[in-house]
Nanobody
Framework: QLQLVESGGGLVQPGGSLRLSCAAS????????IGWFRQAPGKEREGVSC????????NYADSMKNRFTISRDNAKNTVYLQMNSLRAEDTAVYYC???????????????WGQGTQITVSS
């Protein structure tokens, strides 16, 4: 069974950058679309970005376009989310998930990581 582990979260100042990693084990993540989601306190989990199995297809939520970049290295079974120009409203727990379709809908994904906290604050 596929297992996902996120890393790279932390505290960052507004305008700063972070790179999240989603490492897969137990199966080959190359078979799956990988999505990034986030959930802020009191809010529903929302889609951030997703990437196709070969990395050629990507999608972003409107507020993340031109700030976030998703990529994957199938040889390392790892997907990355480079986040630039971070804002206070980006504060949330970030999750990666694996599924069959590149979608911002949580129901499209079968496997989830435990999440990593990102706090954007001065």
């Amino acid at each position: 069974q596929l297992q996902l582990v996120e890393s790279g979260g932390g505290l960052v100042q507004p305008g700063g950058s972070l790179r999240l990693s989603c490492a897969a084990s137990g199966s080959t993540s190359a078979y799956y679309v990988i999505g990034w989601f986030r959930q802020a306190p009191g809010k529903e989990r929302e889609g951030v970005s997703c990437i196709g199995t070969r990395g050629g297809s990507t999608n972003y939520a409107d507020s993340m376009k031109n700030r976030f970049t998703i990529s994957r290295d199938n040889a390392k079974n790892t997907v990355y989310l480079q986040m630039n120009s971070l804002r206070a409203e980006d504060t949330a727990v970030y999750y990666c998930a694996a599924g069959a379709w590149c979608s911002g809908d949580v129901s499209s994904y079968n496997y989830w990581g435990q999440g990593t906290q990102i706090t954007v604050s001065s």
